[in-house]
């Protein structure tokens, strides 16, 4: 018991030391913590002890953690609106307004998940190209999206990677009016999710932390599932601002 008590009092101590550092900018927004190792020779703590005290800060929102790159002070960051509106929900990927850039990973012959493909309106197990995207503000990730194309829909035409061939980056609409598709209408259903480990990790959050996810699908004049994508939304880097047109008085609406 005692030693329990003993490491559980050294990696408070240690968590306090690292939020002191952080408050008195001697680590300032931004700043790449040394490794593990190299803070416990410091502090005269195991590696253990260190991992504890920056998983704390972590749950604080003080850290973040950066896939392949390390533990870092995490800086604020500029909060931005994201327009779902008649006008503002843009036929690219990015929202309307936003400047940043996008990294994409496609794989073509997936099977699609049940739910992917019942979203779809195709059978589970049917072939899509799977597109992971992940979205950056200043080099950093602010917004996942994984998109789901079905292969029946794209096979052996230009656009069946969304990031390769003439029409790369273009969005859905423009892509499948390429092909002879008219994009008709989108459908939004947003609800709220935990990041899991992957996505956390990512974003630079803490694992379980709350998010909206906003299920979007794009059906063709005939009714048909063209895409499917599930975008993931950190709720406190965007505002979603659904902004809905009433008809005129005396209009059906």
């Not at 240690?14 to 593990?36: H, K, M, N, Q």
């Amino acid at each position: 018991m005692a030693d329990g008590t003993s490491r559980s009092s050294a990696y408070l101590r240690v968590a306090s030391t690292f939020r002191e550092r952080i408050a008195d900018g001697t680590w300032p927004a931004g700043y790449r913590l040394p490794s593990r190792g190299t803070l416990g020779a410091e502090l005269g703590v195991g590696e253990n002890i260190i991992r504890r005290a920056q998983e704390i800060l972590t749950a604080e929102g003080l850290l973040e953690g950066r896939a392949g790159s390390g533990t870092y002070v995490r800086a604020t960051y500029e909060r931005r609106t994201m327009l779902r509106t008649e006008t503002h929900r843009t036929p690219g990927l990015l929202p309307a307004g936003f400047d940043g850039t996008w990294e994409a990973n496609s794989i073509a012959k997936v099977p699609a998940p049940s739910d992917i493909a019942s979203r779809l309106g195709i059978a589970t197990d049917d072939l899509c190209v799977r597109t992971a995207y992940e979205v950056l503000a200043n080099r950093q990730p602010v917004m996942l999206i994984t998109s789901w194309e079905p292969m029946a829909v794209t096979d052996r035409t230009v656009i069946v990677l969304p990031e390769g061939g003439p029409l790369a980056g273009r969005g859905v609409v423009a892509r499948m009016a390429h092909i002879g598709i008219t994009v008709a209408r989108v459908v939004e259903v947003p609800r709220p999710i935990h990041l899991d480990e992957d996505q956390a990790q990512v974003l630079g959050l803490p694992t379980g932390s709350q998010a909206l996810l906003i299920a979007r699908t794009y059906y063709d004049t005939s009714g048909r599932a063209v895409e499917t994508a599930d975008i993931v939304v950190p709720p406190e880097r965007w505002d979603v601002l659904y902004d809905v047109p009433v008809p005129a008085a005396g209009q059906p609406s």
